[in-house]
């Protein structure tokens, strides 16, 4: 068996599938190794904004993607503070912004993604943990020591998702304190009355609501809507571990949704409790996502609050940029950290932008005073959700929230 390749990716979900098929098309041995086998669960909320479609298209796996069923959401709606907050997807001005948001379930895309970058040519191993970076002298990463034995390359990729032991190795994790949170993300299949056909579903929804004594938020979203499927997906602070595992998920999901959400729970009446998977804490960032001979792509780079559910964005619109800079640094044979830098550079210069706003519009939903002040007005003016959905949704620089029409907008009474 071989063991020697141009790149190793650690982690087949949508970073590593993606970078690896990127690899394998410009002509690299990339080895793909996840502890997994696919089709896997991954707890998500399954949103995703109408830019994943072009990415997918580039990918090549697109018509595969589509061709396996999804629903399309065209909208989103804030429910805070008592208000109802629409906006579209299809007013920005961006190429895919037509199509829309959709959903798919993640063990679908990622088995869909895995599955291109094997028939792309990378070497694709399922089942193969890693255990230990393998460093040469001089400390530059060389390999992974997995437990189907030592794999070397002139490159090593971290696509290991928010524990990433790639990026722990590297001693480069800081976490986000306010971001430790725990989700549970359950899946309904409603009645066949309910169903709604396919590709009509009309939004995806995100529900706010305040933890008794004000002890925090919830975030409650809902997708999916697949043949009547339904993705519900709780948001929470850390603190309230205990409670779900006194209440067991599907206890803590009913009861929350009883109390603090009635209406999402009034849409599900009849609909049949499928399946929970409960996850966290999560909540990372990285002081830089390269090292010698090793560099970081998806939620192993940075993780994103899934409120503004744009993971997925970030972890292939991150394998586009880290091959572009692979392709380069593969061909000079240098995989030295200045080699490697025009990616975080350029990561820097196109993501940060975009995790400052959705740290602002994280923060801004966890303040009941401010959100007091700002739901009724995004409530009277959905051109202001429009431009917050171009942004967070990746078809509009963030400078779009800095016009003097959204500033005005926002600050009129
Ligand atoms: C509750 C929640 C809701 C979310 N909702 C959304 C949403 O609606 N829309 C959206 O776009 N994003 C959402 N996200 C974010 C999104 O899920 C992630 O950003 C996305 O999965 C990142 O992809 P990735 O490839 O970096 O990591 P992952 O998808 O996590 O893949 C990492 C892979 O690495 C493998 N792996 C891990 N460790 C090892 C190891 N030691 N050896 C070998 N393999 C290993 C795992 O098995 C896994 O397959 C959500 C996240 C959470 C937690």
């Keep these: 068996m071989r063991n020697d390749y141009d790149a190793i990716i650690i982690g087949g979900g949508p970073a590593g599938a993606a970078t690896a098929t990127h690899l394998a098309r410009h002509g690299f041995a990339a080895l793909l190794l996840d502890r997994a086998e696919f089709p896997r669960n991954k707890p998500c909320g399954e949103f995703y904004s109408p830019p994943v479609r072009g990415l997918l298209s580039s990918l090549g796996a697109y018509d595969a993607v589509a061709a396996a069923g999804i629903s399309g959401l065209p909208a989103a709606t804030l429910h805070i503070a008592g208000r109802h907050c629409a906006g579209r997807f299809d007013e920005a001005r961006h190429p895919w912004a037509k199509a829309g948001g959709f959903s798919i379930e993640r063990r679908i895309l990622d088995a869909i993604l895995w599955k291109n970058a094997v028939q792309s040519g990378a070497d694709a191993r399922s089942n ?100 009547g499927a339904r993705n519900i997906t709780l948001t929470m602070p850390e603190s309230e571990a205990r409670r779900v595992a006194a209440l067991g998920a599907e206890g803590y999901v009913q009861e929350a949704l009883a109390t603090l959400f009635p209406s999402v729970a009034e849409s599900l009446h009849g609909a049949t409790f499928l399946r929970a998977q409960t996850c966290g804490t999560f909540g990372h960032r990285t002081i830089t996502p390269i090292a010698e001979g090793a560099l970081l792509v998806g939620d192993a780079a940075n993780f994103i609050d899934p409120f503004t559910g744009e993971g997925v964005y970030f972890a ?36 940060t932008p975009k995790y400052a706003v959705c740290d602002l519009v994280e ?27 171009s942004v967070t949704g990746d078809m509009s620089h963030p400078a779009r929230l800095l016009l003097p029409d959204f500033i005005f907008g926002a600050l009129a009474p």
């Design 128 to 227: 193969i943990a890693l255990r230990s970076l393998l460093r040469n002298d001089s400390g530059r990463i060389v390999g992974a020591r997995t437990d189907a034995g030592d794999f070397h390359a002139r490159i090593l990729i971290g696509a290991d998702g928010g524990r990433s032991r790639v990026a722990r190795e590297m001693g480069v994790v800081r976490p986000i304190a306010r971001l430790q949170k725990i989700a549970i993300v359950s899946h309904f299949q409603c009645t066949s009355e309910e169903r709604r056909p396919e590709n009509s579903s009309p939004a995806i929804e995100m529900h706010v609501g305040v933890l008794p004594n004000r002890s925090g938020v919830m975030v409650c979203g809902v997708g999916g809507a697949r043949y």
């Design 316 to 351: 292939l619109r991150g394998a586009e940029l880290a091959a572009e800079t692979l392709v380069k640094a593969l061909h000079s044979d240098n995989v030295s950290v200045r080699s490697l830098s025009p990616y975080a550079e350029q990561r820097r210069r196109e993501l």
């Design 363 to 389: 923060r801004a939903i966890h303040s009941p005073n401010f959100m007091a002040w700002a739901a009724p007005r995004l409530e009277r003016r959905p051109h202001l959700m429009d431009a917050l959905l």
